[in-house]
């Protein structure tokens, strides 16, 4: 496969990732999941041999389809808000 080609399937990956990691209904696992989403792509950013890229893909194709399956999960049985989720209080954590 071409760098170009492995470019825009990891930038794919990567936006899907980010854009299903933030459906969780919680809020600490929703920010785990950008965080632990960011983290991989920024260790593996310099990675140049092929194979590896390839396995790379790979994994994060797998993580995509668990991802998607919790969050969608995540959305079913989700509680209620956190403190530092509601929009009421933002107003009050920023004066502090």
Not at 23 to 40: E, I, L, Q
Not at 53 to 82: F, M, P, T
Request: glycine content about 2%.
């Amino acid at each position: 496969m071409s760098v170009l080609a492995h470019r825009s399937q990891v930038l794919t990956l990567y936006k899907d990732l980010l854009h299903h990691s933030s459906k969780f209904a919680a809020y600490n696992f929703r920010d785990y999941a950008v965080r632990r989403t960011r983290d991989a792509f920024h260790a593996a950013k310099n990675e140049t041999d092929p194979a590896k890229i390839e396995a790379l893909i790979h994994k994060a194709e797998q993580q995509l389809e668990v991802v998607k399956r919790q969050s969608l999960i995540s959305q079913l049985y989700g509680g209620e808000k956190l403190v530092v989720e509601n929009p009421k209080n933002q107003k009050i954590l920023r004066r502090h």
